[in-house]
């Protein structure tokens, strides 16, 4: 652990409180700035789809509970962080006896491997087209070829699963249109069966991912190598003779990598909202899938409890990050703040 | 400024520089081709009015699910086809995209005024103050704002354009703002700025005489790379289905299509002209950012130029 000093740590960790923090009181307050008497109006709407007549008046109790109808909005609001702390949302208000916690937590797993496995896919080939493209060596012909590959860099993932969704699910039957694994046959656990069949159902969402997103990230390298090439330590390593293969790898690309970094930690947040709509189109069960239902079905204490947890989810992979950079970047913690 | 033209032609080899007033870094291929695009997109709303009759996009105003007039069974009175409710396919598209751009342009526009304003204090008055927003912005920019976006539409159900505008400025300021900081303290220090302020400039000159036109191409990037956000995060919303829903947008339209499995029925006119739309509208916005991304940094302009 060079380079890693308690006062970087201490920061870092001060940050996500801060942000999770930031991110319960806004859950807290957004409902009551809304115009109007939103627990009215969810009264009204539960009542309307007639979903949970049984046990309507435990719900609204438990309900008013949660939005705070008794007592002082800072006794609510104290109340509410401390139910974030303990993760503690209470039951779900469209399947009753269901925890909010048991539903995201059968949900989590599903969002982190999908999330996972697209970032870090996207981070290392749009990293890779990038630092070929801003390298002088890199042969002409792959240097002409690459910027296909940016094509559909702008355009909104969810979308473009649509277009993927018509291509290889519809048309060419590649691909199943959605879910997460066969779930007619095949029981959740480790088998080979079970692992392949999850992999087939995340190609197509986390294809979406990677496809749009890529090309920001090769663009900002492309930058960042350019820049790089310039530096003396470059031509001091190209006088030494260091062969071109080392030059790429170790003096440019894990310069430019870098700020490469950072930026993904700032743009997490990003994608983490984007796997909402991806998850929606592809019907995968994530949590940003559970969000979509939720909202539909007016389970507010299901959506409270998401948001918070896909904010604290988010904070700690920035968290994450921040700690593992000062391994890769020992001069961090030097800088003066 | 004369430095703004100067500073890149210097930085070109010398058989390269031509004294050509085209010879303008603000001309390249990139920008303007990004422009014609976007532009056409958001023209076509006002010059389509006068062609087609935008009334067509409301329910009910014509025959249901009709394909394009170019594949077998369409009909030349609705060219794009039409969707379940009867809405005319091309109405939709002429009343959608310019409804996203003012959605954009407002969202970014309002980012960008707060970004520039905490980015300069920060730049400027450093110490505690520069802490305190730089700390804002981290932790601001690391929340899922299309989460919380989610689910502020879902308590005012009513949402109008201009609300879900300013909702998602509320979002896209902390980009513009660490970027204006950080121009602000690298130009802080250049020769030119030491002497406005040693002629007596106040601050409010320094920063919109002397800074501002320096900082044009990069301010003028963030803010396009703000638009498509902006875009990009009200076509989510309306794609969930909780965006204005009295008018037609382009992500309600492709909710509705999702919503009617138009993918597995074979309708893709009625996803499909939504989904090219946007795509050029975000992939012309895309190219305006890289060309501005070339004009402020000259390195970026191609690699045979240097050496």
């Keep these: 652990m060079s380079g890693m000093t308690r006062g970087y740590v201490v920061r870092r960790f001060l940050m996500w409180v801060l942000t999770v923090w930031l991110g319960a009181t806004l859950i807290f307050a957004i409902p009551r700035l809304a115009p109007g008497d939103p627990i009215a109006a969810m009264v009204l709407r539960m009542s309307a789809q007639g979903q949970i007549i049984e046990n309507s008046a435990e719900l609204i109790q438990a309900w008013r509970e949660r939005f705070g109808l008794d007592g002082p909005w800072y006794v609510q609001y104290v109340n509410w962080l401390r139910n974030c702390m303990t993760l503690d949302f209470g039951y779900s208000l469209t399947q009753f006896p269901a925890r909010v916690w048991e539903m995201i937590w059968r949900a989590l797993p599903w969002t982190i491997a999908l999330l996972t496995f697209a970032v870090i896919i996207t981070f290392i080939l749009g990293n890779l087209i990038g630092a070929l493209l801003g390298w002088r060596k890199t042969p002409p012909l792959l240097r002409s070829l690459l910027p296909l590959t940016l094509t559909f860099s702008s355009i909104p993932p969810f979308i473009f699963g649509l277009l993927l969704l018509f291509i290889f699910a519809y048309t060419l039957d590649l691909f199943p249109n959605q879910g997460a694994y066969d779930s007619r046959n095949l029981q959740p656990g480790l088998t080979v069966e079970f692992l392949a069949s999850a992999l087939h159902h995340a190609i197509l969402p986390a294809m979406a991912i990677v496809l749009t997103s890529m090309g920001g990230w090769a663009l900002g390298m492309r930058g960042m190598m350019i820049t790089t090439d310039g530096e003396d330590y470059m031509i001091l390593a190209q006088a030494k003779g260091l062969r071109t293969p080392r030059l790429f790898l170790r003096y440019a690309v894990r310069n430019a990598l870098l700020p490469q970094l950072t930026a993904l930690a700032l743009s997490l947040g990003l994608i983490v909202g984007g796997s909402v709509l991806i998850e929606t189109y592809f019907v995968y069960p994530g949590v940003g899938y559970l969000l979509y239902y939720s909202i539909t079905n007016g389970d507010y204490t299901l959506m409270q409890g998401i948001v918070f947890i896909l904010i604290l989810t988010t904070a700690t992979a920035v968290l994450i990050i921040d700690l593992l950079y000062p391994l890769i970047d020992p001069r961090i913690t030097f800088q003066k703040r | ?307």
């Design chain 2, 1 to 307: 400024m004369a430095t703004l033209t100067a500073e890149p032609v210097a930085a070109r080899p010398a058989p390269q520089v031509r004294v050509n007033r085209w010879d303008s870094p603000w001309l390249n291929a990139k920008l303007i081709i990004g422009l014609i695009m976007v532009l056409s997109v958001a023209l076509s709303g006002v010059v389509g009015g006068m062609f087609w009759d935008l009334r067509l996009a409301r329910v009910g105003t014509s025959p249901q699910d009709l394909p394009p007039a170019f594949v077998p069974g369409g009909t030349w009175a609705h060219p794009l086809g039409t969707e379940n409710s009867g809405r005319d396919m091309l109405a939709v598209l002429l009343t959608g995209a310019p409804r996203s751009f003012r959605i954009g342009l407002i969202a970014a526009t309002i980012g960008l005024l707060i970004g520039v304003v905490l980015g300069c204090l920060a730049g400027f008055l450093g110490g505690w103050v520069d802490r305190l927003i730089l700390i804002a912005s981290d932790a601001w920019i690391t929340i899922p704002s299309l989460v919380v976006l989610i689910v502020i539409s879902a308590f005012v159900r009513q949402i109008s354009a201009e609300t879900m505008a300013v909702l998602i400025a509320m979002f896209a300021w902390p980009g513009p703002t660490r970027l204006i900081r950080a121009q602000v303290l690298t130009l802080r220090e250049r020769g030119y700025i030491r002497m406005a302020r040693l002629s007596g400039a106040n601050t409010f000159d320094v920063i919109f005489r002397e800074m501002m036109p320096n900082m044009l191409p990069y301010i003028a990037a963030s803010f396009t790379g703000n638009v498509s956000g902006a875009i990009l995060a009200s076509a989510g919303l309306e794609a969930l289905g909780l965006g204005p829903t009295r008018i037609p947008t382009l992500g309600m339209t492709i909710f509705y299509a999702n919503q009617a499995s138009a993918v597995i029925r074979g309708m893709w006119w009625w996803w499909g002209f939504p989904f090219l739309v946007l795509a050029i509208i975000f992939s012309g916005l895309f190219l305006i950012a890289i060309g501005l991304d070339e004009v402020a940094n000259p390195r970026l302009r191609g690699l045979q130029v240097k050496q």
